[in-house]
């Protein structure tokens, strides 16, 4: 909402006997709610992953293959794409950083050999907009591959961000494995087949034996939570 202008970025789909088409749109509201400007028809076969309104810029990201990194102009109501950018991967949410800059939280993917998209892990990028009409990836860090996943693509109050430490952190639930792996075999060290197998027994205190517990249960609840996170039903959750 800006003004007495509400903005709305869409993805529409039309279903065919061989298929289905779709496409990205964004939509200009007044305050009866009509429409009052359009931009339809954005990266056709694509779907939107992300989008970012500041002021009176959309920052959208659509994807199919590559991720288009798209700059909409949003200050009549007449919007029209300034710039765009097309890279690898894409991004399920963005965060501002300043004006200049934002982030963008999502996946690393490339083609694999039957022509399909394989995804990879998880992919963290700057974006600098500050030249709308030419927007880039300055920087990139891909965490892990596949397996590993996090609350961050899904929700932003996963994430925090503190500017004035230049620190941004979230979780991935590969720390959790780490945890729970770490805390099974600190768990299976002390026992009778660790012994067995070793030819002699290992005593831990009781402070490290329950540590190790503690880290075993802790990460594997984490690991199932994490699974369903998008389940709203806690029994599927579990």
Same mark, same amino acid.
């Given at each position: 909402?800006?003004? !007495?202008?509400?903005? +709305?970025?869409?993805?529409? &789909?039309?279903?065919?006997?061989?298929?289905?088409?779709?496409?990205? !749109?964004?939509?200009?509201?007044? &305050?009866?709610?009509?429409?009052?400007?359009?931009?339809?028809?954005?990266?056709?076969?694509?779907?939107?992953?992300?989008?970012?309104?500041?002021?009176?810029?959309?920052?959208?990201?659509?994807?199919?293959? +590559?991720?288009?990194?798209?700059?909409?102009?949003?200050?009549?109501?007449?919007?029209? +794409?300034?710039? @765009?950018?097309?890279?690898?991967?894409?991004?399920?949410?963005?965060?501002?950083?300043?004006?200049?800059? +934002?982030?963008?939280?999502? #996946?690393?993917?490339?083609? !694999?050999?039957?022509?399909?998209?394989?995804?990879?892990?998880?992919?963290?990028?700057?974006?600098? =907009?500050?030249?709308?009409? !030419?927007?880039?990836?300055?920087?990139?860090?891909?965490?892990?591959?596949?397996? =590993?996943?996090?609350? @961050?693509?899904?929700?932003?109050?996963?994430?925090?961000?503190?500017?004035?430490?230049? =620190?941004?952190?979230? =979780?991935?639930?590969?720390?959790?494995?780490?945890?729970?792996?770490?805390?099974?075999?600190?768990?299976?060290?002390?026992?009778?087949?660790?012994?067995?197998?070793?030819?002699?027994?290992?005593?831990?205190?009781?402070?490290?034996?329950?540590?190790?517990?503690?880290?075993?249960?802790?990460?594997?609840?984490?690991?199932?939570?994490?699974?369903?996170? #998008?389940?709203?039903?806690?029994?599927?959750?579990?």
């Amino acid at each position: 909402e800006s003004g !007495n202008r509400f903005r +709305i970025a869409t993805t529409s &789909e039309s279903f065919w006997r061989v298929g289905f088409t779709s496409s990205s !749109n964004v939509y200009v509201l007044d &305050e009866n709610l009509k429409q009052v400007g359009s931009l339809t028809e954005i990266a056709p076969d694509e779907r939107i992953y992300s989008a970012r309104f500041m002021g009176d810029k959309l920052f959208l990201v659509t994807f199919k293959q +590559i991720d288009p990194f798209f700059v909409i102009d949003l200050s009549a109501d007449s919007p029209k +794409i300034l710039g @765009a950018l097309k890279i690898p991967g894409f991004s399920n949410y963005l965060q501002p950083y300043d004006k200049d800059h +934002i982030i963008g939280i999502g #996946r690393d993917t490339k083609v !694999n050999e039957w022509g399909g998209v394989q995804t990879n892990g998880v992919k963290i990028s700057m974006f600098d =907009v500050s030249d709308f009409k !030419n927007p880039k990836e300055t920087d990139t860090i891909i965490i892990g591959d596949n397996s =590993v996943d996090s609350e @961050a693509l899904y929700s932003h109050k996963s994430l925090l961000l503190n500017k004035q430490k230049d =620190v941004m952190s979230f =979780v991935c639930d590969v720390v959790l494995w780490y945890v729970f792996l770490i805390g099974l075999i600190l768990m299976l060290i002390p026992t009778s087949i660790f012994a067995s197998l070793a030819g002699s027994t290992i005593v831990f205190p009781a402070w490290l034996s329950m540590l190790s517990k503690i880290m075993t249960i802790g990460g594997m609840v984490g690991i199932v939570l994490m699974a369903g996170r #998008r389940a709203k039903n806690p029994v599927k959750r579990l």
